[in-house]
C-alpha cells in the first residue's frame, strides 16, 4: 500500500528542530531570573580581561550580578569598583559556584586546565564559550582546532556543559563601542544544541545591547569562528542572516 502524502512528509532537520526548540523556550517565558527586577541573573566570569571585564561590565549596568575571578581576586578590586555594585570578584570556583551562566573568557589554551580543575563543577551550567583559538598563543589547542573544529575541541574540554557558543565573533573593542548602539543593534552569532540555554544567553545578548541570531546547533559555531567568513563583522541581525545563511 502506497503512503499518504502526510505519512511521506520528510522530518524536519536538525537546524529547523532547534529554532522550534528555541522558540517554544522563548514561548514558555524568560529565565526564571528574569521574571522580575528582583532577580536579576547571576553571571559567573572566568577571566577578568578585555573580554570578561567589558561583558562584565554592560551586564553590570543592566542590573545583572556579576562575579569576575582570577587566581588572586584581591587584584580586581579596582576594576570591579569601576563596574559598580553589582560586580564582585572571587577565585574560578567561587564564580562558577555563584553562576546561574558561565562566561568563559580566557586564552583558549587554558580549556585543558579548565576541564581538570572544574570540569565537574561545570557540568549541567549553561556555558557561553566566548574563546578563539590561535596559533601563536594556543599550541597544541591550536592544533586540535584546527584538525577538527571549534565546536568540538569545546564540546570536549566543557564535557556535561551546556554550551553556548557566543562573544568571539568581534574584538572586545567592538563589543564595547556597539553596545545598545542607536539604530539597528549589532548582531551576535550564537550557536549550541539545548535549546533552554540559547534562550537564555540571547536574552543576556539583548540585555548587553546586542541582537542575538541564533545561528544553529553547536557544529555551526565553526561558520563564526575566527578564520571564517563569519567572523569579524559588524552587522545588524537581517544582514549577519544573510552572511551566515540563516533564515530570516
Known sequence: MRSSSATRRK???????????????????????????????????????NIGGTLGGLWAKAGHEVMLSSRHPEELKGLVESLGPKARAGTAAEAIAFGDVVLIAVPYKAYPQIARDYGTALEGKTVIDAGNATQARDGEVYGE??????????????????????????????????????????AIP???????????????????????VVVGPLAKADGFAIGSPGFGHDLTAPELKARLGVAP
Not at 524536519?12 to 532577580?39: E, I, K, M, N, T
Not at 574540554?157 to 554550551?163: F, K, N, T, V
Not at 550564537?190 to 542575538?212: E, I, N, R, W, Y
Request: proline residues 6%; charged residues 20%.
Open 11 to 49: 522530518a524536519p532537520s536538525r537546524r529547523a528542530a532547534l529554532a522550534l526548540g528555541v522558540g517554544l523556550a522563548l514561548l514558555a517565558g524568560p529565565p526564571a531570573w528574569a521574571q522580575g527586577a528582583s532577580q536579576p541573573a547571576r553571571i559567573g566570569i572566568i577571566g577578568a580581561g
Open 145 to 186: 582546532v584546527k584538525d577538527q573544529g571549534i565546536a568540538v575541541v569545546s564540546a570536549k574540554y566543557l564535557r556535561g556543559a551546556r554550551i553556548v557558543r557566543g562573544f568571539n565573533a568581534a574584538n572586545y573593542r567592538i563589543f564595547a563601542k556597539n553596545a545598545h548602539r542607536d539604530g539597528g543593534r549589532m
Open 190 to 212: 550564537l550557536a549550541g544544541d539545548d535549546p533552554q540555554a540559547l534562550a537564555t544567553v540571547a536574552k543576556l545578548v539583548s540585555d548587553a545591547g546586542f541582537d542575538p
